[in-house]
């Protein structure tokens, strides 16, 4: 079956800190992958995506991912948090359909 | 920049009535999308479509309908509304074609039925 797991409901990082929201998938074929951010009350806002080619993605507000094929991960990071980096973290897979699967969603709290 | 548009961020509706929930987008897309979002369960797609006038069921599309008459415009109603369809609820628009399949999210509406 095609899925997405995010297996951490939150995340806690101190800010200046280096931070990874985690996200593994299952799906038949080549995937295409995505990370979207949604700050409180907001919609989802597209952050980066994976399609082919270069194994380290970089996106907006000095986000990057990488894409571990043998591991079928695709971690969100960033070198250095921020405050303002505090939001909910979704990732998401294109299925077979075309159509995107969604993981649950990360919340990610930055502490000053 | 795309600009998706939705007419309502917040509704209270009462159990029975029928409940529209109105879905711009300003880019020219030919897809658009409608999910529910409740905690732990992230999105789920309950209709989505690729052109006017077509639609296709998503993952939970029970107690929805949907209309599309106009390309710009993505409508999503409910039929009798049920306190179980108290979410967020939010519409997303994408670019037919490869490598366009980054979708775009509007503010999203918070329907309460009480």
């Known amino acids: 079956a095609q899925s997405v797991a995010q297996p951490e409901d939150q995340v806690n990082v101190a800010e200046g800190n280096p931070l990874t929201v985690k996200c593994t998938y299952s799906?038949?074929?080549?995937?295409?992958l995505f990370w979207y951010v949604q700050y409180p009350n907001r919609g989802l806002q597209f952050l980066l995506k994976?399609?082919?080619?270069d194994n380290l993605v970089k996106g907006s507000y000095g986000f990057e991912a990488e894409f571990n094929k043998s591991q079928t991960s695709f971690h969100l990071k960033k070198p250095s948090a921020l405050v303002s980096d505090s939001a909910l973290y979704f990732c998401?897979?294109?299925?077979?359909?075309?159509?995107?699967?969604w993981g649950a969603g990360t919340k990610l709290i930055i502490k000053p | 920049d795309v600009k998706v548009t939705q007419s309502s961020r917040y509704l209270v509706k009462r159990t029975g009535e029928k409940v529209f929930l109105e879905c711009v987008q300003d880019m020219d897309h030919e897809n658009m999308f409608w999910y529910r979002q409740d905690p732990g369960l992230g999105l789920r797609l309950i209709y989505f479509?690729?052109?006017?006038?077509?639609?296709e069921k998503g993952d939970i599309p029970e107690g929805y309908s949907v209309s599309r008459e106009k390309k710009e415009r993505f409508s999503l109603i409910l039929e009798s509304a049920s306190t179980n369809q108290t979410s967020m609820y939010l519409c997303?628009?994408?670019?037919?074609?490869?490598?366009?399949?980054?979708?775009?999210f509007g503010p999203g509406t918070r329907l309460l039925v009480l």
């Open positions: 998401a897979v294109r299925d077979s359909n075309y159509q995107l699967i």
């Open positions: 479509s690729y052109d006017v006038k077509m639609k």
């Open positions: 994976y399609i082919t080619g």
């Open positions: 997303a628009s994408s670019r037919t074609g490869v490598r366009q399949e980054t979708q775009y």
């Open positions: 799906v038949s074929g080549n995937p295409y």
